[in-house]
């Protein structure tokens, strides 16, 4: 086709066209002829055409048609009736939506279970309570062959580790056997230390968050811890007490202990006179707790003295010495209940004194059962790694030493070898010592560190309700620990040398626990356990919790 075969129309739509023309050896051979309508058509040969669309024009023509709607014209639509009911009820629906949601969130405030208010608790009252007793056979620091002050304040990271509220130390005050004249019940007894060292020793337990609490028995090293029953009607004697109390809770002291308190109940005004001094210094970030300490065993004993001592705010005893001997979880259940029924509003406290030549599996027990009972626990130094007292002598018998290592005198004292210690070393097994069960996952340390890390935090086990439960085995004693909405406990003791299965039930309980201790190294934590059939180890201790279900 020529030239003159372009219309016109065509001629004003098309700008800039360019022809390439190809060289003739480039072409093909037998290139056919272009169609009618194509490019080629145009007349232009073989080549390319570069086309420009006028876009301004077409870009114009859109803007025109996409004005939108003026501001007077939004107002006129906006005010038309259809509009207006529009709005008004979707701001009804609004209102209405965020009424309910209030409605529902109130309701749901007040059909929710309330949480229980938590009790006020003394320091004494949130965790055990750690006796160095006697003190001269804790550390020895100067090579004497006595446990001291200064010995004792080196010790310090021990005890936090121990993760216990406080310490009972003493007496340490001079004492001349049965002799009150030459008794002085404010001064140090120079083989302790200073009143320095007693300072620091205060010092060191204040940055670590323990208590310490003195022992001011007054006649401590006679069999007569009072010297006579006379003295305790003499006015001399009532005061020497009453300012010597006065003097080392003004000293800081967090606590005073007086032992063999039997013999003290017929002067109960000396006991109220005691009470009214602790209570002169207590402040609210520094209670002071008095103790009483006797040394009865049979309960109807300590059932009458937890009557007449109502002054004190603990009353410590060997209440629970021999307690699952005879192999039956029930009359431990018995015990127990029966202990905890005498002590009524009063709050209970548990220890065992020295354990002696008791087994390793029923030590073990005894921590899980004290730790895990309502009141506050004592353990005696050397119950938390098994120390036990020589053989054939008393709980009392003053060669018996703590023992930190594997050294000379078992770290006790850096001298040379002391008497005694040689009986002592054939007496206990290669790793009762601090050093040896510090890194052992399996040991008593390490499940009296966790027992006690436990009591200080879960609130359950701090000031739960205390509920005896079922047992299909003779041999086993169970309880729980519930407090409110919180994580709830179960214990499970076995006092059975054999193995046994269990079936365990309450009404609070459900079908399955999780288990958090046992006294038995091997058993895998974290697991649920069937409460159906729950089978225990020999001499075996559960600790296991299962949730609050409202």
Request: charged share 25%.
């Given at each position: 086709m020529s030239?003159?075969?372009?219309?016109?129309?065509?001629?004003?739509?098309l700008k800039d066209v360019e022809l390439s023309d190809l060289d003739t050896e480039k072409q093909p051979m037998?290139?056919?002829?272009?169609?009618?309508?194509?490019?080629?058509?145009?007349?232009?040969?073989?080549?390319?055409?570069?086309?420009?669309?006028?876009?301004?024009?077409?870009?114009?023509?859109?803007?025109a048609k996409f004005t939108g709607l003026s501001k007077e014209e939004l107002l006129q639509v906006a005010g038309t009736p259809g509009w207006v009911r529009t709005r008004w009820a979707l701001l009804i629906l609004f209102w209405l939506g965020w009424l309910g949601m209030l409605a529902g969130a109130i309701v749901?405030?007040?059909?929710?279970?309330?949480?229980k208010d938590l009790p006020q608790q003394k320091w004494w009252q949130k965790g055990g309570i750690y006796r160095i007793q006697p003190t001269e056979r804790f550390q020895d620091s100067n090579e004497d062959g006595e446990g001291d002050l200064a010995g004792l304040k080196l010790r310090m990271d021990y005890l936090n580790s121990l993760k216990v509220k406080g310490v009972v130390i003493g007496p340490l005050h001079v004492n001349l056997k049965d002799d009150l004249a030459g008794t002085n019940l404010q001064a140090i007894d120079p083989k302790f230390g200073t009143a320095a060292e007693f300072q620091e020793v205060l010092q060191a337990a204040k940055k670590k968050?323990?208590?310490?609490?003195?022992?001011?028995?007054?006649?401590?090293k006679s069999p007569s811890p009072w010297f006579s029953l006379e003295i305790l009607t003499s006015s001399d004697f009532q005061d020497k007490m009453k300012a010597a109390i006065d003097f080392w809770l003004k000293t800081g002291v967090s606590g005073i202990q007086i032992r063999s308190i039997e013999h003290v109940l017929n002067e109960t005004e000396l006991l109220i006179e005691w009470k009214n001094l602790t209570e002169k210094y207590a402040a609210d970030d520094h209670s002071r707790v008095l103790i009483a300490a006797t040394r009865k065993q049979d309960p109807q004993s300590i059932f009458s003295l937890l009557n007449e001592t109502e002054a004190v705010d603990l009353l410590t005893s060997q209440y629970l010495l021999g307690l699952g001997e005879d192999g039956q979880g029930r009359t431990s259940a018995n015990l127990i209940n029966g202990y905890i029924q005498a002590a009524g509003e009063k709050w209970p406290s548990w220890s065992v004194g020295r354990t002696g030549l008791i087994g390793e599996h029923l030590l073990r027990l005894?921590?899980?059962?004290?730790?895990?009972?309502?009141?506050?626990?004592?353990?005696?130094?050397?119950?938390?790694?098994?120390?036990?007292?020589?053989?054939?002598?008393?709980?009392?018998?003053?060669l018996v030493r703590m023992q930190w290592d594997n050294t000379v005198n078992f770290g006790f004292s850096r001298g040379p070898q002391m008497s005694g210690v040689e009986e002592q070393q054939s007496a206990a097994e290669s790793n009762v010592t601090v050093q040896s069960q510090s890194g052992d996952e399996s040991s008593i340390l390490k499940l009296f560190r966790d027992l006690s890390e436990l009591r200080?935090?879960?609130?359950?086990?701090?000031h739960g309700d205390f509920w005896p439960a079922s047992s299909s085995a003779p041999s086993v004693f169970a309880y729980l620990r519930i407090w409110d909405q919180n994580k709830r406990y179960l214990v499970v003791l076995n006092f059975d040398v054999k193995p046994t299965t269990v079936s365990v039930t309450h009404h609070l309980l459900l079908s399955e626990a999780t288990v958090e201790l046992s006294t038995l190294p091997h058993r895998e934590l974290k697991q649920q356990l069937s409460l159906a059939e729950l089978s225990l180890g020999p001499s075996e201790g559960l600790l296991l919790s299962f949730p609050y279900v409202a």
């Open positions: 030239s003159q075969g372009v219309t016109q129309d065509t001629e004003l739509d037998n290139a056919s002829p272009p169609l009618a309508g194509s490019p080629g058509s145009l007349g232009e040969k073989n080549g390319v055409v570069k086309v420009k669309v006028a876009e301004e024009e077409e870009e114009g023509e859109l803007a749901i405030i007040v059909q929710a279970p309330r949480c968050g323990l208590k310490i609490v003195l022992d001011l028995t007054p006649n401590y005894y921590h899980l059962l004290v730790y895990t009972l309502p009141g506050t626990p004592f353990t005696d130094f050397g119950d938390e790694i098994g120390l036990r007292d020589l053989p054939g002598q008393p709980a009392e018998s003053t200080g935090k879960e609130r359950s086990l701090l």
